[in-house]
Protein backbone atom coordinates (compact mmCIF):
# COMPACT_ATOMS: atom_id res chain seq x y z
CA UNK A 1 0.00 0.00 0.00
CA UNK A 2 1.71 3.76 -1.18
CA UNK A 3 2.92 5.12 2.12
CA UNK A 4 0.22 8.37 1.47
CA UNK A 5 -3.16 6.48 1.18
CA UNK A 6 -5.48 6.90 3.65
CA UNK A 7 -6.38 3.61 5.79
CA UNK A 8 -10.01 2.69 5.80
CA UNK A 9 -11.63 0.27 7.84
CA UNK A 10 -15.33 -0.68 6.51
CA UNK A 11 -17.06 -2.84 9.05
CA UNK A 12 -20.09 -4.14 7.79
CA UNK A 13 -21.62 -7.34 7.29
CA UNK A 14 -22.21 -6.80 3.44
CA UNK A 15 -19.37 -7.71 1.42
CA UNK A 16 -20.56 -5.26 -1.86
CA UNK A 17 -20.20 -2.36 0.44
CA UNK A 18 -16.27 -2.44 0.85
CA UNK A 19 -16.31 -3.62 -3.03
CA UNK A 20 -17.65 -0.41 -4.40
CA UNK A 21 -15.75 1.79 -2.03
CA UNK A 22 -12.58 -0.08 -2.94
CA UNK A 23 -13.57 0.27 -6.67
CA UNK A 24 -14.58 3.76 -6.82
CA UNK A 25 -12.17 5.32 -4.59
CA UNK A 26 -9.09 3.04 -4.54
CA UNK A 27 -7.13 5.96 -6.64
CA UNK A 28 -7.14 8.07 -2.90
CA UNK A 29 -7.75 5.29 -0.02
CA UNK A 30 -6.94 2.03 1.20
CA UNK A 31 -10.18 -0.05 2.14
CA UNK A 32 -9.70 -2.74 4.69
CA UNK A 33 -12.93 -4.77 5.45
CA UNK A 34 -14.48 -6.35 8.56
CA UNK A 35 -17.87 -8.38 8.39
CA UNK A 36 -18.57 -7.87 11.88
CA UNK A 37 -18.08 -5.87 15.22
CA UNK A 38 -16.01 -8.37 16.73
CA UNK A 39 -13.70 -8.97 13.98
CA UNK A 40 -13.32 -4.98 13.58
CA UNK A 41 -12.63 -4.13 16.83
CA UNK A 42 -9.33 -6.55 16.57
CA UNK A 43 -8.48 -4.57 13.30
CA UNK A 44 -8.39 -1.78 14.80
CA UNK A 45 -6.22 -2.50 17.05
CA UNK A 46 -3.89 -4.13 14.42
CA UNK A 47 -4.47 -1.95 11.13
CA UNK A 48 -4.67 1.11 13.12
CA UNK A 49 -7.20 3.23 10.11
CA UNK A 50 -7.22 6.70 10.19
CA UNK A 51 -11.43 6.66 9.65
CA UNK A 52 -13.72 3.91 10.26
CA UNK A 53 -17.32 3.22 8.30
CA UNK A 54 -19.31 1.55 10.60
CA UNK A 55 -22.98 -0.18 9.95
CA UNK A 56 -25.56 0.63 12.23
CA UNK A 57 -27.18 -2.86 11.31
CA UNK A 58 -25.28 -6.02 11.78
CA UNK A 59 -25.88 -9.56 12.97
CA UNK A 60 -24.60 -10.00 16.66
CA UNK A 61 -22.86 -7.10 18.03
CA UNK A 62 -24.50 -3.71 16.47
CA UNK A 63 -22.55 -0.33 15.14
CA UNK A 64 -23.71 1.41 18.31
CA UNK A 65 -22.25 -1.39 20.49
CA UNK A 66 -19.19 -0.88 18.71
CA UNK A 67 -19.03 2.53 19.05
CA UNK A 68 -19.43 1.95 22.50
CA UNK A 69 -16.25 -0.50 22.43
CA UNK A 70 -14.25 1.90 20.37
CA UNK A 71 -14.90 4.64 22.99
CA UNK A 72 -13.04 2.89 25.26
CA UNK A 73 -9.73 2.76 23.13
CA UNK A 74 -7.64 5.68 23.18
CA UNK A 75 -6.85 7.79 20.78
CA UNK A 76 -9.61 5.75 18.38
CA UNK A 77 -10.10 6.40 15.19
CA UNK A 78 -13.26 9.10 13.43
CA UNK A 79 -16.27 7.45 13.04
CA UNK A 80 -18.72 7.49 10.07
CA UNK A 81 -21.89 5.28 11.09
CA UNK A 82 -24.00 4.28 7.86
CA UNK A 83 -27.58 3.49 8.38
CA UNK A 84 -30.18 2.56 6.18
CA UNK A 85 -33.50 3.77 5.63
CA UNK A 86 -35.99 3.79 8.66
CA UNK A 87 -33.02 3.64 11.01
CA UNK A 88 -32.88 7.75 11.95
CA UNK A 89 -33.56 6.49 15.50
CA UNK A 90 -29.83 5.66 15.72
CA UNK A 91 -28.61 8.16 14.09
CA UNK A 92 -29.05 10.72 17.35
CA UNK A 93 -27.60 7.61 19.81
CA UNK A 94 -24.36 7.49 17.55
CA UNK A 95 -23.90 11.20 17.14
CA UNK A 96 -24.16 11.40 21.32
CA UNK A 97 -21.48 8.58 21.18
CA UNK A 98 -19.41 10.49 19.23
CA UNK A 99 -19.22 9.28 15.44
CA UNK A 100 -18.78 12.35 13.46
CA UNK A 101 -20.79 11.77 10.61
CA UNK A 102 -23.68 9.64 9.31
CA UNK A 103 -24.48 8.52 5.77
CA UNK A 104 -28.04 6.76 4.61
CA UNK A 105 -28.18 3.32 2.21
CA UNK A 106 -28.04 3.53 -0.50
CA UNK A 107 -25.46 6.06 -0.91
CA UNK A 108 -23.42 7.59 -3.45
CA UNK A 109 -19.78 6.85 -3.99
CA UNK A 110 -19.07 10.51 -4.77
CA UNK A 111 -21.09 11.44 -1.65
CA UNK A 112 -19.35 8.84 0.69
CA UNK A 113 -15.77 10.83 -0.55
CA UNK A 114 -17.23 14.50 0.40
CA UNK A 115 -18.09 12.99 3.88
CA UNK A 116 -14.50 11.07 4.55
CA UNK A 117 -12.71 13.65 2.83
CA UNK A 118 -14.83 16.52 5.18
CA UNK A 119 -13.95 14.35 8.49
CA UNK A 120 -10.35 13.76 7.47
CA UNK A 121 -10.23 17.61 7.21
CA UNK A 122 -11.64 18.40 10.61
CA UNK A 123 -9.12 15.76 12.13
CA UNK A 124 -6.24 17.08 10.18
CA UNK A 125 -7.49 21.14 11.39
CA UNK A 126 -7.77 19.75 15.17
CA UNK A 127 -4.60 18.19 14.97
CA UNK A 128 -2.76 21.25 13.76
CA UNK A 129 -4.68 23.58 16.06
CA UNK A 130 -3.03 20.98 19.45
CA UNK A 131 0.33 20.90 17.57
CA UNK A 132 0.53 24.75 17.61
CA UNK A 133 -1.04 25.30 20.96
CA UNK A 134 1.97 22.58 22.23
CA UNK A 135 4.73 24.70 19.50
CA UNK A 136 3.77 27.78 21.28
CA UNK A 137 3.14 25.90 25.05
CA UNK A 138 7.24 24.61 24.57
CA UNK A 139 8.37 27.74 24.14
CA UNK A 140 7.37 28.81 27.36
CA UNK A 141 8.20 25.64 28.90
CA UNK A 142 11.17 24.43 28.10
CA UNK A 143 13.53 26.11 30.47
CA UNK A 144 16.17 23.80 31.30
CA UNK A 145 17.28 23.97 27.45
CA UNK A 146 18.30 27.52 27.70
CA UNK A 147 21.02 28.52 27.39
CA UNK A 148 23.81 29.83 24.78
CA UNK A 149 26.63 28.04 26.44
CA UNK A 150 29.16 25.86 24.04
CA UNK A 151 27.80 22.58 25.94
CA UNK A 152 23.93 23.92 25.61
CA UNK A 153 24.90 24.95 21.82
CA UNK A 154 26.07 21.29 21.52
CA UNK A 155 23.16 19.71 22.26
CA UNK A 156 20.38 21.76 20.80
CA UNK A 157 22.61 21.12 17.84
CA UNK A 158 22.32 17.59 17.82
CA UNK A 159 18.67 17.54 18.58
CA UNK A 160 18.10 19.45 15.77
CA UNK A 161 20.07 17.29 12.97
CA UNK A 162 18.42 14.25 14.42
CA UNK A 163 14.86 14.93 14.70
CA UNK A 164 13.57 13.94 11.56
CA UNK A 165 15.05 10.92 11.86
CA UNK A 166 14.18 7.65 13.57
CA UNK A 167 16.72 7.09 14.78
CA UNK A 168 16.72 5.95 18.42
CA UNK A 169 18.16 8.11 21.04
CA UNK A 170 19.80 7.78 24.41
CA UNK A 171 19.71 10.60 26.71
CA UNK A 172 22.34 10.44 29.68
CA UNK A 173 22.90 12.66 32.43
CA UNK A 174 22.60 13.72 36.11
CA UNK A 175 19.81 14.08 37.55
CA UNK A 176 17.74 16.92 37.41
CA UNK A 177 19.90 17.92 34.02
CA UNK A 178 16.37 18.43 32.01
CA UNK A 179 16.27 14.86 30.29
CA UNK A 180 12.71 14.53 29.69
CA UNK A 181 12.50 18.06 28.53
CA UNK A 182 15.19 17.41 26.05
CA UNK A 183 13.09 14.49 24.95
CA UNK A 184 10.37 16.69 24.32
CA UNK A 185 12.05 19.16 22.58
CA UNK A 186 13.21 16.18 19.96
CA UNK A 187 9.45 15.43 19.68
CA UNK A 188 8.20 19.04 19.16
CA UNK A 189 11.46 19.17 16.93
CA UNK A 190 10.02 16.63 14.75
CA UNK A 191 7.00 15.27 12.16
CA UNK A 192 6.03 13.57 14.71
CA UNK A 193 4.82 16.32 17.41
CA UNK A 194 1.68 16.26 15.88
CA UNK A 195 0.77 12.79 16.98
CA UNK A 196 1.18 11.83 20.85
CA UNK A 197 4.40 12.22 23.17
CA UNK A 198 3.75 9.06 26.09
CA UNK A 199 6.21 9.36 29.02
CA UNK A 200 6.82 6.03 30.98
CA UNK A 201 9.11 5.90 33.59
CA UNK A 202 10.48 2.57 33.95
CA UNK A 203 11.60 3.03 38.02
CA UNK A 204 7.96 4.41 39.15
CA UNK A 205 5.93 1.69 37.94
CA UNK A 206 6.28 -2.20 39.77
CA UNK A 207 7.84 -4.77 37.88
CA UNK A 208 5.16 -7.12 37.64
CA UNK A 209 3.22 -4.07 36.23
CA UNK A 210 5.24 -2.48 33.67
CA UNK A 211 4.84 -5.18 31.08
CA UNK A 212 1.00 -4.09 31.18
CA UNK A 213 1.81 -0.87 31.09
CA UNK A 214 3.70 -0.74 28.16
CA UNK A 215 2.51 -3.44 25.87
CA UNK A 216 -1.16 -3.74 27.58
CA UNK A 217 -3.14 -7.12 27.79
CA UNK A 218 -6.19 -8.95 26.89
CA UNK A 219 -9.10 -9.37 28.87
CA UNK A 220 -8.73 -12.41 31.21
CA UNK A 221 -5.10 -12.16 30.67
CA UNK A 222 -4.63 -12.03 34.87
CA UNK A 223 -6.70 -11.19 37.65
CA UNK A 224 -8.49 -8.24 37.62
CA UNK A 225 -7.88 -8.03 33.54
CA UNK A 226 -11.64 -7.38 33.36
CA UNK A 227 -11.44 -5.69 29.58
CA UNK A 228 -8.56 -5.39 26.86
CA UNK A 229 -6.48 -2.44 27.30
CA UNK A 230 -3.70 -0.78 24.94
CA UNK A 231 -0.59 -0.37 26.54
CA UNK A 232 1.56 2.94 26.17
CA UNK A 233 3.28 1.49 22.63
CA UNK A 234 0.15 1.58 21.16
CA UNK A 235 -1.47 4.90 22.52
CA UNK A 236 2.11 6.31 21.43
CA UNK A 237 1.46 4.90 17.67
CA UNK A 238 2.94 7.33 14.71
CA UNK A 239 4.41 9.64 17.69
CA UNK A 240 7.13 9.16 20.30
CA UNK A 241 7.72 7.04 23.49
CA UNK A 242 10.09 8.34 26.28
CA UNK A 243 10.94 5.75 28.45
CA UNK A 244 12.64 7.07 31.02
CA UNK A 245 14.87 5.55 33.90
CA UNK A 246 15.68 2.99 31.48
CA UNK A 247 18.61 1.63 33.23
CA UNK A 248 15.83 0.13 35.82
CA UNK A 249 14.19 -1.95 33.55
CA UNK A 250 13.73 -5.67 34.59
CA UNK A 251 16.36 -8.14 32.26
CA UNK A 252 13.09 -10.51 31.25
CA UNK A 253 11.21 -7.42 29.53
CA UNK A 254 14.21 -5.71 28.09
CA UNK A 255 13.98 -8.97 25.30
CA UNK A 256 10.65 -7.63 24.13
CA UNK A 257 11.40 -4.31 24.25
CA UNK A 258 14.45 -5.60 21.70
CA UNK A 259 11.98 -7.09 19.58
CA UNK A 260 10.23 -3.55 19.23
CA UNK A 261 13.12 -2.13 18.34
CA UNK A 262 13.98 -4.42 15.37
CA UNK A 263 10.45 -5.85 14.05
CA UNK A 264 8.44 -3.04 15.26
CA UNK A 265 5.66 -5.27 16.65
CA UNK A 266 4.89 -6.96 19.87
CA UNK A 267 2.10 -9.48 21.67
CA UNK A 268 -0.12 -8.19 24.69
CA UNK A 269 -0.12 -9.86 27.61
CA UNK A 270 -2.14 -12.69 27.23
CA UNK A 271 -2.58 -12.61 23.66
CA UNK A 272 -1.96 -13.82 20.65
CA UNK A 273 -1.63 -11.92 17.78
CA UNK A 274 1.46 -9.48 16.89
CA UNK A 275 0.10 -5.57 16.79
CA UNK A 276 2.57 -3.62 14.66
CA UNK A 277 3.57 -0.07 15.82
CA UNK A 278 5.04 3.00 14.60
CA UNK A 279 6.67 4.93 17.40
CA UNK A 280 10.07 6.55 17.55
CA UNK A 281 11.94 5.53 21.05
CA UNK A 282 13.43 8.27 23.10
CA UNK A 283 15.55 6.86 26.49
CA UNK A 284 16.90 8.10 29.53
CA UNK A 285 18.94 7.34 32.28
CA UNK A 286 21.14 8.27 35.08
CA UNK A 287 22.61 4.86 35.60
CA UNK A 288 26.38 3.79 34.24
CA UNK A 289 24.84 1.42 31.39
CA UNK A 290 28.25 0.04 30.70
CA UNK A 291 28.71 -1.16 34.29
CA UNK A 292 25.11 -2.15 34.40
CA UNK A 293 26.50 -4.50 31.52
CA UNK A 294 29.42 -6.08 33.05
CA UNK A 295 27.04 -7.04 35.90
CA UNK A 296 24.40 -8.58 33.98
CA UNK A 297 22.12 -6.17 34.79
CA UNK A 298 21.24 -4.72 31.11
CA UNK A 299 21.39 -6.21 28.21
CA UNK A 300 24.67 -5.91 25.57
CA UNK A 301 21.99 -6.07 22.57
CA UNK A 302 19.57 -3.89 23.73
CA UNK A 303 22.30 -0.98 24.75
CA UNK A 304 23.80 -0.66 21.44
CA UNK A 305 20.92 -0.83 19.64
CA UNK A 306 19.42 1.99 22.08
CA UNK A 307 22.32 3.87 21.67
CA UNK A 308 22.04 4.84 17.85
CA UNK A 309 22.49 8.28 19.07
CA UNK A 310 23.28 9.64 22.43
CA UNK A 311 22.61 13.15 23.61
CA UNK A 312 24.85 13.71 27.01
CA UNK A 313 23.36 16.61 29.08
CA UNK A 314 25.88 19.04 30.52
CA UNK A 315 25.68 19.51 34.57
CA UNK A 316 24.94 23.00 35.90
CA UNK A 317 28.16 23.12 37.07
CA UNK A 318 29.95 22.65 33.55
CA UNK A 319 27.64 25.88 32.55
CA UNK A 320 27.73 28.63 34.87
CA UNK A 321 27.39 31.40 32.60
CA UNK A 322 23.57 29.69 31.46
CA UNK A 323 22.45 30.08 35.32
CA UNK A 324 21.78 33.85 35.08
CA UNK A 325 19.50 33.46 31.79
CA UNK A 326 17.94 30.55 34.06
CA UNK A 327 17.25 32.43 36.84
CA UNK A 328 15.61 35.23 34.89
CA UNK A 329 13.65 32.76 33.09
CA UNK A 330 12.52 31.13 36.49
CA UNK A 331 11.80 34.32 38.11
CA UNK A 332 9.40 35.17 34.96
CA UNK A 333 7.42 32.12 35.00
CA UNK A 334 6.60 31.54 38.52
CA UNK A 335 6.09 35.42 39.50
CA UNK A 336 3.06 34.83 36.56
CA UNK A 337 1.98 31.06 38.17
CA UNK A 338 2.01 32.20 41.91
CA UNK A 339 0.50 35.79 40.76
CA UNK A 340 3.65 37.55 42.62
CA UNK A 341 5.39 40.68 41.89
CA UNK A 342 8.65 39.80 40.02
CA UNK A 343 11.72 40.27 42.12
CA UNK A 344 14.85 41.16 40.59
CA UNK A 345 17.93 39.22 42.63
CA UNK A 346 20.69 41.17 43.83
CA UNK A 347 24.25 41.25 42.64
CA UNK A 348 25.22 39.04 45.61
CA UNK A 349 22.72 36.48 45.50
CA UNK A 350 23.42 36.02 41.76
CA UNK A 351 27.18 35.44 42.48
CA UNK A 352 26.01 32.91 45.14
CA UNK A 353 23.88 30.80 42.85
CA UNK A 354 27.05 31.58 40.03
CA UNK A 355 29.54 29.64 42.02
CA UNK A 356 27.66 27.21 44.23
CA UNK A 357 27.95 23.36 42.38
CA UNK A 358 24.73 22.28 41.73
CA UNK A 359 24.42 18.68 42.85
CA UNK A 360 20.52 18.75 42.11
CA UNK A 361 21.56 20.73 38.66
CA UNK A 362 18.36 23.08 37.28
CA UNK A 363 16.03 21.25 39.23
CA UNK A 364 17.61 22.14 42.24
CA UNK A 365 17.74 25.71 40.59
CA UNK A 366 14.17 26.03 39.49
CA UNK A 367 13.21 24.68 43.45
CA UNK A 368 15.02 27.70 44.89
CA UNK A 369 13.95 30.51 43.02
CA UNK A 370 10.39 29.17 43.64
CA UNK A 371 10.78 29.48 47.29
CA UNK A 372 12.23 32.94 46.00
CA UNK A 373 8.91 33.85 44.94
CA UNK A 374 6.52 32.56 47.15
CA UNK A 375 8.15 34.18 50.17
CA UNK A 376 9.45 37.31 48.84
CA UNK A 377 13.05 37.11 49.99
CA UNK A 378 15.78 36.09 48.42
CA UNK A 379 17.77 36.15 51.67
CA UNK A 380 16.55 32.91 51.55
CA UNK A 381 19.28 31.37 49.20
CA UNK A 382 21.56 31.50 51.90
CA UNK A 383 19.82 29.12 54.11
CA UNK A 384 19.18 26.87 51.01
CA UNK A 385 22.67 26.27 49.95
CA UNK A 386 23.94 26.02 53.21
CA UNK A 387 21.26 22.97 54.30
CA UNK A 388 22.57 21.59 50.62
CA UNK A 389 25.99 21.05 52.52
CA UNK A 390 27.65 21.59 49.29
CA UNK A 391 30.36 24.81 49.18
CA UNK A 392 30.98 26.88 46.52
CA UNK A 393 33.32 26.32 43.86
CA UNK A 394 37.06 26.26 45.23
CA UNK A 395 38.28 27.69 41.92
CA UNK A 396 37.15 30.17 39.44
CA UNK A 397 34.09 31.42 41.59
CA UNK A 398 35.81 35.42 42.42
CA UNK A 399 36.14 35.34 38.45
CA UNK A 400 33.36 34.14 37.32
CA UNK A 401 31.75 36.33 39.74
CA UNK A 402 33.89 39.66 38.21
CA UNK A 403 33.09 38.54 34.47
CA UNK A 404 29.17 38.60 35.55
CA UNK A 405 29.61 42.59 37.02
CA UNK A 406 31.84 43.74 33.81
CA UNK A 407 29.40 42.51 31.87
CA UNK A 408 26.32 43.02 33.80
CA UNK A 409 24.38 45.41 31.49
CA UNK A 410 24.92 43.59 28.79
CA UNK A 411 23.72 40.68 29.60
CA UNK A 412 20.63 42.36 31.08
CA UNK A 413 20.38 43.96 27.47
CA UNK A 414 20.43 40.75 26.01
CA UNK A 415 17.49 38.98 28.10
CA UNK A 416 15.59 41.45 27.81
CA UNK A 417 15.85 41.27 23.68
CA UNK A 418 15.61 37.32 24.33
CA UNK A 419 11.88 37.84 26.13
CA UNK A 420 10.82 40.16 23.34
CA UNK A 421 11.75 38.05 20.85
CA UNK A 422 10.48 34.98 22.39
CA UNK A 423 6.87 37.31 22.87
CA UNK A 424 7.08 38.39 19.20
CA UNK A 425 7.29 34.58 18.17
CA UNK A 426 4.39 33.18 20.13
CA UNK A 427 2.43 36.32 18.94
CA UNK A 428 3.22 35.52 15.72
CA UNK A 429 1.98 31.71 16.17
CA UNK A 430 -1.25 33.06 17.42
CA UNK A 431 -1.74 35.14 14.89
CA UNK A 432 -1.25 32.78 12.12
CA UNK A 433 -2.83 29.63 14.09
CA UNK A 434 -5.90 31.78 14.54
CA UNK A 435 -6.21 33.58 10.68
CA UNK A 436 -5.82 29.37 9.71
CA UNK A 437 -8.42 28.04 11.75
CA UNK A 438 -10.94 31.64 11.04
CA UNK A 439 -9.81 30.56 7.04
CA UNK A 440 -10.74 26.99 7.21
CA UNK A 441 -14.38 27.59 9.01
CA UNK A 442 -14.48 30.60 6.46
CA UNK A 443 -14.74 32.93 8.87
CA UNK A 444 -17.43 31.10 11.10
CA UNK A 445 -16.62 33.02 14.62
CA UNK A 446 -18.79 30.94 16.85
CA UNK A 447 -17.02 27.41 15.36
CA UNK A 448 -13.69 28.66 15.13
CA UNK A 449 -13.58 29.94 18.76
CA UNK A 450 -14.87 26.51 19.82
CA UNK A 451 -11.90 24.66 17.43
CA UNK A 452 -9.56 27.23 19.43
CA UNK A 453 -11.25 26.30 22.64
CA UNK A 454 -11.35 29.81 23.72
CA UNK A 455 -14.34 31.77 24.91
CA UNK A 456 -16.08 33.92 21.55
CA UNK A 457 -15.65 37.34 23.15
CA UNK A 458 -12.00 36.17 23.65
CA UNK A 459 -11.53 34.99 19.90
CA UNK A 460 -12.70 38.75 18.85
CA UNK A 461 -10.86 40.72 20.96
CA UNK A 462 -7.95 38.47 19.32
CA UNK A 463 -9.70 39.27 15.69
CA UNK A 464 -9.29 42.81 16.73
CA UNK A 465 -5.94 43.00 18.39
CA UNK A 466 -4.51 41.38 15.65
CA UNK A 467 -6.20 43.26 12.70
CA UNK A 468 -7.64 40.01 10.82
CA UNK A 469 -9.58 40.63 8.45
CA UNK A 470 -12.28 38.37 6.12
CA UNK A 471 -10.63 38.36 2.79
CA UNK A 472 -13.92 37.68 1.22
Excluded at 20 to 34: C, T, Y
Amino acid sequence: MPKNKTKILVIDDDPKVSWILSEGLSSSFHFLSARDGIEGIQMVATEKPELILLDIKMPGMSGIEVLERLNKIEDRPEVIMVSGHGETNYVVESVKLGAAEFVNKPFDVQEIEIHINGVLERKKLKSQVSSLRAEIQASMSFGACIGDSEPMLKVKSIIEEVANSDLTVLIRGESGTGKEIAARMLHQSSDRKTKPFVKVNCAAIPRDLLEAELFGYEKGAFTGAHRTKQGRFESAHKGTIFLDEIGDMPLELQSKLLQVLEQHEFVRVGGINNIHVDVRIVCATNRDLELAISQKEFRDDLFYRLNEITLQLPTLRERPSDITLLVDYFLDKYSKLYEKEPIQLSSAILDKLISFQWPGNIRQLENMIKQVIVRNDENIIHDLIAAAGRHPLPSGGSSLAEARVETDFSDLENQFAMKERIGRIVAAEEKKLISDVLNKTNWNRRKAAKLLEISYRSLLYKIKEYKLNDAK
